[in-house]
C-alpha cells in the first residue's frame, strides 16, 4: 500500500511521447480498455501479468509526468 500513500487527488502532466489515446483502468487482476470515440469500446481483461505489467508502466511513466497546480 505504500506507493498509493499521499495525496489522492495529485495531477500530473505527461510528455506527448507517453500519451496513448485510451484510458487504463485496473482493478486487481483486471485491465479495462477504454477507446474515447462517439461510441465508446470498452476491452475486458482478466490477466494478473497483463495487470501487474500496465502498473509497472504507470508508475514508469508517472515519474516521468509533472505535478500540475501544486
Not at 9 to 19: F, Q, R
Request: glycine share 8%; proline share 7%.
Amino acid at each position: 500500500m505504500g506507493e498509493y500513500l499521499g495525496d489522492p487527488y495529485t495531477c500530473k502532466i505527461i510528455p506527448d511521447d507517453y500519451k496513448i489515446p485510451n484510458t487504463v483502468w485496473l482493478a486487481g487482476d483486471h485491465v479495462y480498455i477504454v477507446t474515447p470515440v462517439a461510441d465508446p469500446l470498452v476491452v475486458h481483461i482478466r490477466s494478473k501479468v497483463l495487470a501487474a505489467q500496465y502498473r509497472e508502466y504507470f508508475w514508469k511513466i508517472w515519474g516521468k509526468g509533472e505535478i500540475l497546480n501544486k
